[in-house]
């Protein structure tokens, strides 16, 4: 491929600092966060965009955007991103050792890992140390860490001697000369607080704050966790904070190495990255246009994100009949109703009007436009580019495609949408046992089972005249059945996987929070439904979402007194 996607959807950690300036939307609620001197907690389902977040606020993405890098010591702030899905990350040989020599080796790894970024990141600061400031620093460093600094410039020697610590504790391990290790392992308070307190001696780092950014925490072994919380449970934050992000799914425990546990509101603050989807007007529906209007201002400056993924004129016009059709039948039924009224029992019910009057033996829906695109993202951010990238793409392979593109037909993105859905489903019995660890095949099975038979309720309820007749959510009533730790461990599995979603918000009995499951709404359109949802829950029993999974039965209607028509809130 020649030319540049704008919608590509990979990992952050593959974007260069160009790229991440060009296309990311700054969220400043996340930022001003990210830029205090609290421990932050960052969590989310892989691709609400966590790393992307991080990294935007990292020294060395700022060095691109503020001057060299001088901005960033005016704010005192030095965000240092550390990643940790690594190979040093995943790496097996604490598990050799004995539970205490484990915890040593483990923190040291990790010590060292966020050393090396320190250096890494203050190396993209141009002018940051005079000639002299570094050779004090080097002595100092010399001294305090009892090393011997190589003759090269002090961040490039600084990763160099992190580097060469972790090679020589992976071999001490697999030499079995576990007695050394304790000689020269490194903890927070011995490796990372003397660094940082001799780069502050520095004119331009002497008031500077040091918010370490940890990415993908969930990778980190358990001994690195429990150190990490520990180091939160710190009183002192004036030198040193930390941002955490994780998936939700793997979030990681908040117990310390002394038995303890850290807590939100005293020791950190959580921040929820995952937006429920409810339309276009609510906040996930606004920063999703912002995203795609972005994007496409790269290759079509001046297209409209609905000129550039226009709706098909044969849906618009459908959609507009049942709506003028439902509106009449609403005027004639209850001519007792103001406007507001009469707008919102068609809403309701327009969309499923079109799809209900869709004969069994027809096509499926033509699946285009922004609304069903951002629709079928259900809130996450790299399912929306997702699609997106595999239209541009489609155009662009075209033959007689050789300029500019300023619009994806609805065919190609019809095409793309049922092809992707299509994708999705066959993934799960082909795909989940090898690409989700415990995921067995029978696992897969039932992931399956479940994912159809709530596809099968919502088809009944779409051709129904009830109430919520677009309920793509559900949430699980009778949950002391014995059956629950099993359904909970297939879900698990299948949130890992991407494929379901759960959110919390308030439910009926004394406003008390309840879950509801969000399945991923590009399954939809591969069985013929809208992903235009409404939010609405239909609850169903976990004996039944069980025997749905297991023995393959049909669900119930779900008991519509039960279903929530409020607003989620955000957490």
């Given amino acids: 491929m020649n030319q540049y996607n704008p919608f590509e959807f990979d990992a952050a950690a593959k974007l260069s600092p160009e790229q991440i300036l060009q296309l990311y939307i700054p969220n400043f609620t996340y930022s001003r966060f990210l830029s205090s001197r609290r421990n932050i907690f960052l969590e989310g389902e892989r691709g609400s965009g966590k790393s992307i977040a991080l990294r935007y606020n990292s020294v060395p993405v700022k060095c691109h955007r503020e001057n060299g890098g001088e901005d960033i010591l005016l704010s005192g702030i030095l965000c240092i991103y550390i990643p940790c899905n690594t190979p040093l990350t995943h790496r097996q040989e604490y598990e050799l050792l004995e539970n205490f020599p484990s915890l040593i080796i483990s923190e040291h790894f990790l010590v060292c890992n966020i050393m090396y970024h320190i250096a890494e990141n203050l190396s993209h600061i141009e002018n940051l140390l005079t000639e002299d400031e570094e050779e004090g620093i080097k002595s100092e ?14 961040f490039d020697s600084l990763m160099l001697v992190f580097q060469k610590e972790v090679t020589d504790a992976e071999r001490a391990i697999n030499k079995g000369e576990f007695e050394q290790l304790e000689g020269f392992s490194r903890s927070f308070s011995s490796g990372v607080l003397p660094l940082c307190s001799a780069l502050r001696k520095a004119a331009k780092l002497r008031d500077s704050h040091f918010a370490f950014l940890i990415d993908d925490a969930q990778e980190l072994n358990r001994h690195q966790i ?43 603050l959580s921040l929820d990255m995952e ?34 993924f226009p709706e098909h004129p044969k849906l618009k016009e459908a959609l507009d009949i049942a709506r003028d059709e439902v509106m009449a ?7 007792e109703y103001d406007q507001k009224q009469l707008n919102d029992y068609t809403y309701k019910r327009y969309r499923a009007r079109y799809f209900n009057r869709r004969k069994p033996t027809a096509n499926l829906p033509i699946y ?14 790299r399912n929306l580019l997702e699609p997106c990238f595999w239209m541009y793409d489609r155009v662009i392979s075209e033959p007689h495609q050789d300029g500019a593109v300023h619009e994806v037909s609805p065919t190609v993105q019809d095409s793309v949408i049922l092809g992707r859905s299509r994708k999705k489903w066959e993934s799960i019995k082909d795909d989940l046992v090898k690409t989700i660890v415990g995921c067995s095949r029978r696992d897969a099975e039932r992931i399956y089972n479940l994912l159809d038979k709530l596809c099968e309720l919502f088809r009944k309820r779409l051709s129904s005249e009830r109430s919520e007749p677009r309920a793509v959510m559900f949430t699980i009533s009778d949950t002391t059945s014995p059956v629950m730790d099993e359904l909970l461990r297939i879900i698990s599995i299948a949130r890992k996987a991407r494929l379901i979603y759960v959110y919390r918000s308030s439910g009926k009995s004394m406003g008390a929070r309840e879950d509801y499951y969000v399945p991923n709404r590009l399954l939809l359109p591969e069985r013929g439904l809208d992903p235009v949802g409404q939010h609405a829950r239909v609850s169903l029993r976990a004996v039944d979402l069980w025997n749905a999974a297991d023995r393959v039965r049909s669900l119930p209607g779900g008991d519509l007194d039960e279903e929530e028509n409020n607003q989620p809130e955000l957490l």
């Fill in 368 to 381: 285009s436009g922004v609304e069903t695109i951002v629709s079928l993202s259900t809130g996450v951010v």
């Fill in 141 to 154: 460093l010399s001294y305090s860490l009892d090393v011997d600094l190589p003759s090269f410039s002090l």
């Fill in 226 to 268: 429990q150190s990490l919380n520990s180091w939160i449970a710190y009183r002192d934050n004036s030198i040193f904070s930390f941002k955490v992000a994780s998936t939700k799914v793997e979030r990681p425990n908040k117990m310390t190495n002394s038995g303890g546990n850290i807590l939100e509101g005293h020791d950190y």
């Fill in 275 to 308: 937006l429920p989807y409810q339309n276009m007007n609510k906040d996930f529906g606004d920063l999703a246009r912002q995203i795609l209007e972005k994007r496409i201002a790269v290759i079509a400056p001046g297209v409209s994100v609905d000129e550039f």
């Fill in 329 to 335: 039948e609403a005027r004639e039924m209850y001519p």
